[in-house]
Each structure stands twice: as structure tokens, then as C-alpha cells.
């Protein structure tokens, strides 16, 4: 995925949302572009085709950077805005802390779209009066992307979780209830609901009226369901490592490497020794980095004797870091977002002061011990 920086958030662009940009273009010019570029020139149609197509890119990055600029200013750290075929998502790093800041963030989406909805409708409204002319495929544009993008923020207040309504709706049910799980599991047992409604309507459509739009909106939601059902699993997650904290999970006895180790030393010293296969790396006891046996394997094993850790490593300000008074949960969150076999727990005081590690085994070996003992 390629990524850039936006108002300090890193956007990735999945290649899915590429390929439905493509289909975007392909279905405005098989209907002969926007409706007031009809019959016009080729490259007209094209150049009108692409505008449109690009705009609603813009759209979802406007309605996904709301979401992230709320959370952010909710105490809710985001770590990236990724852009798929299916719209946007914006990375939490954990939980909203209330029922207020959950609200906030979900609905600065619809908000957002819906104000840009408006802004676009009144462009080309004033384009329109301005009679006819090549101003006209703009207030198509304007007119157009105006009505989508209320489109977008009533389709996203569908209360069917996680989409923005679902989570309005959590946040409602965890303000009455005080009870943040219970309004998990009631949001996302009725957004399971909604998206199975959506897949009915869907299959509906591509029966009796268009096959295409109807398949699209089944596997919109089939997705949705897949969503909420994973919530639910997390919810559930989040119920089991109820009181744990890192420091609970961690291996305080972790070992650590020089970094003027060649990879030919370092494999026959330290990694075939290791069960996990990640270590930190640290110079006078100070953190600057780590290295696993994903990043030895990129190297030719012949040009080990002449590398060093300290060429391949990645740096501290890289690295994914822990604290242990931090809940478990913020372990697992980070493992599902990624491939790295361990997270390095540092001091709180201190970012460079190795104190442990989590490990993947050890964290699932926490799990499925505190499963068993709430199955007895």
C-alpha cells in the first residue's frame, strides 16, 4: 500500500480502492460521463469521468480525516487513515475512554460529508445559473458529488456497527447503560441485523433490477456482517483481559544484542537459540532499536560475515513500544495490526529503558488460560 502524511496521520491507499476508482470511470463513461457531458467530445467525457472519480477520492478523505481529527482531539490516538474498496477506516489505537468521545468521533464522519455535501450543491447551483456552457460540467460535477456525498453520510448512519451509526448507537447504549460491553454486544448483534438486510436488498436487486449494482451492495453487506462480527470478537477480547496490564503478559528477562553483531554472529549466538525469533537491541543498556529473523532473511546469507544488526535493525523511533501499566488489550491491538512476533515494554519515565517484552505466545498463552478458568 502506498502511504502519505495528512494533517500528521499517515494514509495508506489500499490497491482495491484503486481498481474501484477504475470501476467508477468505466461506469461513468459507459453512461456517457456525467449527464451534462453527454454528447460531448471524447476527451471532454474522459477529463470529466477521471475529475469525478478523483473528487469522490477526496470525498472519503474528507469524511475519514473528520473521523480521525475527532478521535485525536478526544484523547483517542489514531495510527493511520487506510483507503479500500469499500470506502475508509480510520486506525483507533484503543478504545474511546467515554460514551462522549466514542459519539464524537463516529459521527464527525456524516458531519463532515454532509457539510461537503451542501457546500458542493450550492457550487453548482451557481454554476447552473450561470446558463449554458462549458461551466456546465461543472455544476454536474458540483451537483453530482453533492448528492453523493449526503449519500455517504446518510448510508454511514445506518445503525448497522461499526459503521459511523452503529457507533453513534454504542455510544447512546453505553451512556444509558454505563456499560460499554453491553453496548458493544447490542450494537453490534443489531448491525449484524442491518448488514444481513443489506445482503437480502441486495440479492433483491440483482435478481429483479440490476445485477451489477445488486452484487455490489450484497458484498457491501456481507462486509458490514464480517465487521460486526469482529467487533463482537473483540468485545469479547476485551471482557477476558478485563484488569490485566502489560506488565501481567510480559517476559522481564528479555534478552538483548549489540548492534555491532554481524548477522552471521547474531544467528549462531542468539536467534537459533529463540523461540520467538525477535530481540531488542541496546548499547550501555539503552534502547535503540530491534531486529527479527524476518529482517536477517532479506539479507543474502553470503553477505552475513560483512552486515551488521545495526544495518538491518529497525530504529527506536520505528518501533512500536509498550509501558506496563498499559492494558493488555493495547497488546493485542497491536498484534493485529501487524506481523512482529514481540512488542519491547520500555519504562514509562524513560522511552530508552528496556524493562520486557510480549510476546504473541505469551499473551495467547495469558488468553487461553484465563478462558479455561472462566469456563470452570
Do not use: C
Not at 230 to 251: K, N, P, Q, T, Y
Not at 267 to 296: A, C, H, K, Y
Not at 307 to 327: F, G, H, I, Y
Amino acid at each position: 500500500m502506498r502511504a502519505i502524511t495528512l494533517l500528521g496521520f499517515r494514509m495508506k491507499v489500499h490497491p482495491s480502492w484503486l481498481f474501484a476508482l477504475g470501476l467508477i470511470v468505466i461506469w461513468l463513461l459507459s453512461a456517457g460521463g456525467p449527464p451534462l457531458a453527454l454528447g460531448a467530445p471524447e476527451p471532454i467525457r474522459w477529463l470529466a469521468a477521471l475529475a469525478a472519480a478523483a473528487l469522490l477520492f477526496l470525498s472519503v478523505v474528507v469524511h475519514e480525516l473528520a473521523h480521525a481529527v475527532a478521535a485525536r482531539s478526544q484523547g483517542i490516538p489514531v495510527s493511520e487513515v487506510t483507503l479500500h474498496i469499500f470506502g475508509g477506516t480510520a486506525a483507533l489505537e484503543q478504545d474511546p475512554p467515554s460514551a462522549r468521545a466514542e459519539a464524537l468521533a463516529a459521527v464527525a464522519g456524516p458531519v463532515a460529508s454532509a457539510s461537503l455535501g451542501g457546500i458542493l450543491l450550492l457550487l453548482g447551483a451557481a454554476f447552473v445559473s450561470l446558463g449554458p456552457g462549458p461551466l456546465q460540467v461543472l455544476a454536474e460535477l458540483g451537483l453530482g458529488l453533492g448528492t453523493v456525498n449526503l449519500l455517504l453520510a446518510l448510508v454511514n448512519l445506518v445503525p448497522a456497527f461499526p459503521m459511523d451509526g452503529g457507533r453513534i448507537l454504542r455510544g447512546a447504549i453505553w451512556a444509558v447503560t454505563r456499560d460499554p460491553a453491553r453496548a458493544t454486544s447490542v450494537a453490534t448483534g443489531i448491525g449484524r441485523a442491518a448488514s444481513l438486510m443489506v445482503v437480502g436488498g441486495g440479492l433483491l436487486t440483482a435478481a429483479v433490477y440490476d445485477l451489477l449494482l445488486g452484487l455490489w451492495v450484497a458484498i457491501i453487506g456481507y462486509f458490514l456482517f464480517s465487521a460486526a462480527r469482529a467487533s463482537r470478537r473483540r468485545a469479547e477480547l476485551s471482557r477476558m483481559v478485563s484488569g490485566v496490564s502489560i506488565r501481567d503478559v510480559m517476559d522481564p528477562g528479555a534478552a538483548s544484542i549489540n548492534p555491532n553483531l554481524t548477522l552471521d554472529t547474531f544467528v549462531d549466538q542468539s536467534l537459533m537459540g529463540d523461540g520467538n525469533g525477535f530481540f531488542p537491541v541496546t548499547v550501555n543498556d539503552e534502547l535503540v532499536g530491534s531486529i527479527d529473523l524476518r529482517q536477517v532473511r532479506r539479507v543474502r546469507r553470503s553477505l552475513w560475515p560483512q552486515t551488521r544488526v545495526a544495518d538491518v535493525m529497525s530504529r527506536l523511533e520505528a518501533l512500536w513500544t509498550l509501558t506496563e501499566p498499559q492494558p493488555a488489550l493495547d497488546a493485542i491491538n497491536r498484534f493485529s495490526r501487524s506481523n512482529t512476533p514481540a512488542i519491547v515494554v520500555v519504562a514509562e519515565d524513560d522511552p530508552r529503558r528496556l524493562v520486557g517484552l510480549v510476546t504473541r505466545d505469551r499473551l495467547m498463552s495469558v488468553l487461553r488460560h484465563r478462558e479455561a478458568l472462566r469456563a470452570d
